[in-house]
């Protein structure tokens, strides 16, 4: 598996909801494990709803059970990118 790979979850017989029928986007590999983001499952409320400078209806996805307290942004800004 490499970035960029997705991993689309079978229906979970074993009640685990965070993974179930979750399409999953892998964005890094190292040693320690995988870093990847379930794309698939939005939730009620966006971006603006959390941070209040923001102007823009960016939709939020739940992630999954690890790093419940970070924020993570997948864009198509590419290293071309300058701030200047």
């Keep these: ?3 960029g790979d997705l991993l689309i979850a079978e229906p979970s017989i074993f009640g685990d909801l ?3 029928r979750s399409v999953v986007i892998l964005v890094d590999h190292k040693i320690e494990g995988y870093l990847g983001f379930i794309i698939n499952k ?3 409320y966006t971006l603006k709803d959390i ?3 923001i102007k823009v209806d ?11 307290d ?4 997948i864009h198509n ?8």
């Design 77 to 84: 800004v590419g290293a071309s990118y300058s701030r200047e």
């Design 58 to 68: 960016l939709p939020l996805f739940s992630g999954g059970p690890v790093e419940e």
């Design 51 to 53: 941070i209040s400078e």
């Design 42 to 44: 939005v939730l009620p």
């Design 18 to 20: 965070n993974f179930h």
């Design 1 to 3: 598996m490499k970035s």
């Design 70 to 73: 970070s924020l993570f942004f």
